[in-house]
């Protein structure tokens, strides 16, 4: 309880929690809000925001803009946060192995990471998607693949400063093996960074998500914002509203995501009020 | 052992890791676009709307692609060992005369992102800072937020809609005026001004980071007990804030501004493709869709050297600013 | 001064085709009378995308085409009504048996770099190029057996049957003249004239930026007295759409074509008092909209589906909701713009609005029944990756026959992807395309239908594997039948098994859209629009 009310302290990332909150009450209710499959054709074409029943209008084909923002809601929520466990299970998994153990495992771990730190990223993440073809899988582990590098450098940093401290030395004593040494004893202790890196890593997984949509390499199937975005942007002089309120929900989110982040990150350290 | 030696064997040293790495991404990035489905000569083939398979069949053995995949590998890795980085399939050149064509538009958006946001992102740090949890405070970690929050391409298309068609203060796109061909000054005044619009959209992007890492670790070193000691000796704020902590402060976002530089080699797809700058980053977007194997290689090889070395550059630079740092 | 502009006027043809007349005529009166043109200037057009080379004579690819002619010359032109007027050929004449077509050619004419131009490079650029390198050479001329050079400005072609088609495939587009000092005794596909042309055209070649432009400027020595009249050609190469409008909009950029700007963005600018909208000089090109089905495999070798995907597609909300009112339903398997040939039919299973219910029982009474979920049949549907506008025809598709109960997924690959599935391994079910029909359907229909077009690993050929000997049979006797009449009911007997068996079934005629900045004058002067040659084009400032 003294996280939560340390969590409270921070304003922002109140606000930031209340509407991260709301985005995730809308994914969870889309399919109730709207029953109707988000693709279907349900009214008149282009109409504007607040006619013809569209809240936020509709597209070129007359499709509901607000009703694919709810459906695209939890697609890209979904993206966003498996994204991002996949490049943090990744990153923990390789950087603790490096920082741990040290040596050639740590030499030959390091170089991994700063190749994939050397490509640049936003085109081997566009490589991934057309190799294995635009589908949310494509997705999803495109961005991890760009993603875990970051993830596996802090670990690794946090694993070699705690290895020599006394109360792992002690754990060997005893006779712990390495494996629950690094599980039990180690991860628990530098889990906030990892959180907070985590949470921030959801919003740019978004983006990237928008990024790529934006050149054609989405799901044609599924609907996303960064779908609605890719779909509204060659109409974006003649019917604003198409891609406009997909990117106000994707600003709001990943601006909710990075205050929460920050709150959290004063939560969990509270000596040190930043940290990025 | 004099400090000079003990540099360049640190140089030294850093470049001969690097060569695996360089190798590695050289060996992989070959053998991942083996695994894309067509080659350069079915997107040739499709382009010129019809062809015949003989002439297909011709393409291929002139391209090297019918031969066994080890033996393409070989041949790559052979020609790069002479700095030779083949022929594009596509442009129908030499890879590395295209590739050094792009670079310096690539540096020029890249350099001037980069300043502009370190800048920016320092006097906002420093502001924000220096009025912790106020309202500029607050507003600037807005104002950082949303800037970096909002798709980069609708940021591009408003800045062309605001600045090019409604106040006419910019051309709205490429890198310089083809109407005219202007040469000398003309010529670099009219670039600089095409060079405006893409780079105030990609830097708006990364002044989130800047400004939030100059604040931070402004604040950071501001605990330090140096500082103690120096409002001890009875110095004025100002000074402790410009000269002790800021010098400090800036160890951190020197670092990440190299790193960046280095990662931006590859360029931006979305703004250059927005305002139509002849980078890197179009250039390999459209490599990787016309199956131009060649030329992709060429352009992440390219990438990874300049990785390396100002990432090598920065490090030295640091061990410079902050003599504590040792190199080694 | 006649300003002829298509604001708002699009759907009526008739306004439209009183507008092409209105722009022959102020063609004809400006270059006779040359009142107000006014000689210099650049013009800044868009290319889009990049093209792979600046080598007319060995690809098709529509980028090659807005530049290269404006380099190469061909023998002929074409005006506005599809009639031959002439270029390199100052006159020819078709012998009586349709075996010999004599070209007499211009005289004084110069390559850019001083060498004379002669019948031997009229006979070289025929057999040893467009014959053996061209993508559709061998086919426009497979019935030239020789030509004979009697003297310098004499080719005679001598065809071992009649080729009447041969003669709407002489632009510099489809047939560009090139330099026979250039190109004998080298690899044609290695020679470096393929990014450094020599033409004989009205405006030489300076510089290529990769990425950026590519410059022409005009040849100070150009056979035609007086012309051209700009200084400078640059295309410029723009890879977003929204910035491409921009620049036109912004006056930066003079001329966009093949749909440079699109349709959604036309509908705005051509409310501007600067900027000009034409749907004029895409007669010989006729772009088709369609689909392709694999008629070997289930569910689309049976041709009921075929019949009642065709019954129950909504052509007309496709015109007005994707591409913006720009399109013409197709309503047989040749485009409407054959009318003139006398080769056009109007055939069944085309209604004019769809018809759901009768898809629906014709799928019943073929034995394709609905299961629990009203699903007859699934489906991959893969799409063109040329653009937004195919995927939204694709997420139309998806939900129009879910009403018939055909249940689409959509597929988007990239294009070496896409192609590789469609046209070498056949890995597909039903495709979304678009296919040039050109000006005759020798050159652009056959390839879409023949047995002999069953070509595995060419792209853009008869991938459906459709093979009817009948077919065959109606194609050949078509391509070599020189009595007009005769040839239009061959063509009308083929549309009729086409429009029952539909191994492809076309969507719509695409109207591809060229927009221009009002400064920029007689940029649309013959059949071959943005393919042309531009010499007689001009600034008004």
């Known amino acids: ?276 | 052992m004099s400090q000079a030696a003990q540099r360049s064997r640190y140089v030294l040293k850093r470049l001969l890791q690097a060569v695996p790495v360089v190798v590695a991404i050289v060996v992989v990035n070959f053998f991942l676009l083996q695994l894309a489905e067509g080659d350069a000569v079915d997107v040739l083939a499709g382009e010129a709307g019809s062809a015949t398979p003989e002439y297909m069949a011709q393409l291929r053995e002139k391209f090297g692609l019918d031969k066994p995949l080890l033996v393409q590998l070989g041949v790559y890795m052979k020609n790069m060992l002479t700095f030779d980085l083949g022929y594009s399939f596509r442009h129908d050149m030499p890879v590395a005369q295209l590739v050094l064509d792009r670079l310096m538009p690539t540096l020029l958006l890249m350099v001037s992102t980069i300043t502009l946001a370190v800048g920016f992102g320092i006097v906002l740090g420093l502001i924000a800072a220096s009025n912790l949890n106020k309202w500029r405070d607050n507003i600037i970690s807005v104002f950082a937020l949303v800037s970096y929050a909002t798709p980069l391409f609708w940021v591009g298309l408003m800045m062309i809609v605001v600045f090019s068609l409604k106040l006419r203060w910019f051309p709205t796109s490429g890198m310089e005026n083809v109407a005219m061909f202007y040469e000398g000054w003309d010529r670099v005044k009219d670039i600089a001004h095409h060079l405006v619009m893409p780079t105030l959209t990609l830097s708006l992007f990364y002044l989130a980071l800047y400004t939030r890492l100059m604040r931070a670790s402004m604040l950071e070193q501001a605990s330090m007990d140096y500082v103690t000691t120096a409002r001890a000796k009875g110095l004025t704020e100002r000074r402790i804030v410009f000269v002790h902590i800021l010098r400090n402060a800036l160890l951190p976002v020197v670092t990440m501004a190299g790193v960046q530089v280095g990662s931006l080699i590859g360029g931006s797809v979305i703004v250059e493709s927005v305002f139509a700058w002849p980078g890197l980053g179009m250039l390999a977007f459209e490599a990787l869709f016309s199956r131009d194997l060649n030329l992709l290689l060429g352009i992440f090889l390219l990438s990874a050297l300049l990785v390396v070395a100002i990432n090598l550059v920065v490090d030295l630079l640091y061990s410079f600013l902050d003599p504590r740092i040792e190199v080694g | 001064m006649v300003r002829c502009t298509l604001k708002s006027l699009t759907s009526e043809s008739l306004v439209k085709k009183l507008c092409t007349a209105a722009l022959a005529v102020v063609a004809v009166a400006v270059s006779s009378q040359a009142i107000s043109q006014s000689a210099g200037g650049t013009m800044v057009m868009i290319a889009q995308p990049e093209p792979p080379s600046l080598a007319p004579y060995l690809s098709t690819s529509g980028p090659i085409g807005l530049v290269a002619p404006k380099i190469y010359n061909g023998l002929l032109d074409y005006d506005l009504d599809l009639n031959p007027v002439p270029e390199l050929a100052q006159s020819w004449e078709v012998s009586d048996d349709g075996l010999t077509v004599t070209f007499k050619l211009q005289e004084g004419v110069t390559w850019h770099d001083g060498e004379p131009f002669t019948s031997a490079d009229v006979q070289f650029t025929i057999m040893e190029v467009l014959k053996q390198f061209h993508p559709r050479g061998p086919n426009s001329f497979r019935e030239v057996s020789s030509i004979d050079t009697p003297d310098d400005t004499t080719a005679i072609f001598n065809l071992d049957n009649p080729a009447p088609y041969m003669m709407r495939a002489l632009s510099a587009y489809e047939s560009p003249i090139v330099p026979k000092h250039l190109l004998e005794g080298k690899d044609i596909r290695e020679a470096e004239l393929s990014g450094k042309p020599v033409g004989t055209g009205p405006f030489k070649f300076v510089e290529w930026k990769k990425g950026q432009y590519i410059r022409l400027d005009k040849n100070e020595d150009y056979w035609k007295e007086g012309l051209p009249l700009l200084d400078r050609i640059v295309a410029r190469i723009i890879p977003d759409a929204s910035t491409r409008t921009a620049a036109m909009e912004s006056g930066e950029v003079h001329y966009g074509a093949f749909g440079a700007i699109p349709n959604i963005d036309v509908v705005r600018l051509r409310d501007l008092d600067d900027i000009g909208v034409t749907t004029d000089g895409y007669a010989m090109i006729n772009p088709m909209a369609l689909i392709e089905f694999d008629t070997t495999r289930a569910p689309f070798d049976n041709k009921a589906l075929r019949q009642a995907i065709s019954m129950s597609v909504d052509r007309q909300f496709l015109i007005d909701n994707i591409w913006f009112g720009y399109g013409k339903p197709a309503t047989s398997a040749m485009t409407s713009n054959y009318e003139p040939l006398g080769l056009y039919k109007a055939t069944e299973n085309y209604p004019a609005a769809p018809d759901v219910e009768a898809a629906n029982a014709l799928l019943d009474e073929a034995g394709l029944e609905a299961d629990a979920d009203g699903v007859r049949a699934t489906a991959t549907i893969d799409l063109i990756p040329y653009g937004e506008d195919w995927r939204r025809l694709g997420e139309y598709m998806k939900q129009a026959m879910a009403d018939i109960g055909v249940k689409l997924e959509l597929r988007y690959e990239d294009v070496p992807t896409w192609l590789k599935r469609v046209y070498a391994d056949y890995d597909f079910e039903l495709n979304v395309n678009y296919f040039y029909q050109l000006p005759d359907p020798v050159i652009g229909v056959q390839r879409h239908y023949g047995t002999d077009q069953i070509r595995q690993g060419t792209p853009f050929v008869n991938s459906a594997r459709y093979s009817n000997p009948q077919v065959d049979e109606l194609l050949a006797s078509g391509a070599m039948e020189v009595d007009a009449a005769r040839r239009g009911e061959i063509y009308a007997e083929l549309q009729d098994i086409l429009a029952e068996d539909l191994p492809v079934v076309n969507l719509f005629e695409m109207e591809f859209l060229t927009v221009f900045n009002q400064k920029l004058k007689d940029h649309t002067v013959s059949a071959m629009g943005a393919y042309g040659s531009f010499d007689r084009a001009w600034i008004d400032d």
């Open chain 1, 1 to 276: 309880m003294a996280f939560w009310r340390r969590f409270c302290r921070n304003r922002s990332a109140v606000i930031g929690l209340v509407i991260l909150c709301l985005v995730i009450l809308i994914a969870i209710s889309a399919s109730w809000l709207y029953p109707e499959d988000p693709f279907k054709l349900v009214g008149r074409a282009m109409s504007p925001p607040g006619e013809n029943g569209f809240l936020f209008g509709s597209d070129t084909l007359g499709r509901d803009v607000a009703a694919g923002m709810a459906h695209g809601a939890r697609v890209s929520l979904l993206i966003g946060l498996l994204a991002t466990s996949v490049a943090v299970t990744l990153g923990v998994v390789l950087g603790a192995l490096a920082g741990y153990f040290g040596g050639w495992i740590d030499d030959v771990l390091m170089r991994l990471t700063e190749m994939f730190q050397t490509i640049p990223s936003f085109i081997f993440a566009i490589l991934i998607v057309a190799i294995m073809k635009p589908s949310i899988n494509s997705v999803v582990l495109a961005i991890a693949v760009v993603s875990w590098p970051a993830v596996a450098r802090l670990v690794r940093g946090e694993f070699m400063s705690m290895r020599n401290r006394e109360f792992v030395q002690a754990c060997h004593i005893i006779g712990m093996s390495d494996w629950r040494i690094m599980i039990r004893e180690i991860l628990p202790n530098c889990l906030s960074p990892i959180i907070v890196t985590g949470s921030l890593m959801v919003a740019t997984a978004i983006l990237i998500e928008s990024g790529l949509a934006f050149l054609g390499l989405g799901d044609p199937n599924i609907i996303s914002w960064g779908f609605q975005i890719g779909a509204g942007r060659t109409v974006l002089r003649s019917a604003w509203w198409v891609c406009t309120f997909p990117g106000i929900a994707i600003m709001l989110t990943v601006l909710a995501i990075n205050l929460v982040g920050e709150g959290l990150n004063d939560a969990l350290n509270p000596r040190l009020r930043e940290r990025t």
